[in-house]
T-cell receptor
Framework: DQQVKQNSPSLSVQEGRISILNCDYT??????FLWYKKYPAEGPTFLIS?????DKNEDGRFTVFLNKSAKHLSLHIVPSQPGDSAVYFC??????????????FGKGTKLSVIP | GAGVSQSPSNKVTEKGKDVELRCDPI?????LYWYRQSLGQGLEFLIY????????KSGLPSDRFSAERTGGSVSTLTIQRTQQEDSAVYLC??????????????FGPGTRLTVL
């Protein structure tokens, strides 16, 4: 059973508009969430993260929103640029104490930004 | 600074052969992870090393898979008697380990393994 779900395999957005990528999770023990961006033939690149004690984190054009009660997070990209075209992975981990834990990934959403 | 590096970038092998995949983590990162991504799937956790602690091998799919991390740095993932279903991109990641809070994992470019 998938614990992290990205229900949209692909998304097309016009350049300059907002891109919204969604992610749902089922494990209530998850308390740290990340978004990674992946270009073909490259490893995932860390984009932005959010801890469960927050509901929003912003970094430049990228904002992640977390709705814990709905077990839902979203990544907003404003304005979208052609270079943002990539596969975006949502990932989650649990952290009940010190240390790092394995990430559980969604299957990814392929974003295409049309010039 | 230098990121996570992996070698080889591509590996084609015949069914039944053994393969070794290498990962060089970011200098100073004490945690190292292996994941794999099969076609059309998300990344699947395989194994986690942290310092001198016993590794978390809970994600290894079978006993044909093993991994070592020597000297707390370089890691090797070995797949014995490869099968066609082992074909995937194998990704290595490393992170700092902080005293509190989760850690961001930084990924290498991956090794694409094709088993014929």
């Amino acid at each position: 059973d998938q614990q992290v779900k990205q229900n949209s395999p692909s998304l097309s957005v016009q350049e300059g508009r907002i891109s919204i990528l969604n992610c749902d999770y089922t494990n209530s023990m998850f308390d740290y969430f990340l978004w990674y961006k992946k270009y073909p033939a490259e490893g995932p690149t860390f984009l932005i993260s959010i801890s469960s004690i927050k509901d929003k984190n912003e970094d430049g054009r990228f904002t992640v929103f977390l709705n814990k009660s709905a077990k839902h997070l979203s990544l907003h990209i404003v304005p979208s640029q052609p270079g943002d075209s990539a596969v975006y992975f949502c990932a989650a981990s649990g952290n009940s104490g010190a240390g790092s834990y394995q990430l559980t990934f969604g299957k990814g959403t392929k974003l295409s930004v049309i010039p | 600074g230098a990121g996570v590096s992996q070698s080889p970038s591509n590996k084609v092998t015949e069914k039944g052969k053994d393969v070794e995949l290498r990962c060089d983590p970011i200098s100073g990162h004490t945690a190292l992870y292996w994941y794999r991504q099969s076609l059309g799937q998300g990344l699947e956790f395989l194994i986690y090393f942290q310092g001198n602690s016993a590794p978390d091998k809970s994600g290894l799919p079978s006993d044909r898979f093993s991994a070592e991390r020597t000297g707390g740095s370089v890691s090797t993932l070995t797949i014995q008697r490869t099968q066609q279903e082992d074909s995937a991109v194998y990704l290595c990641a490393s992170s700092l380990v902080r005293t509190s809070g989760a850690d961001t994992q930084y990924f290498g470019p991956g090794t694409r393994l094709t088993v014929l």
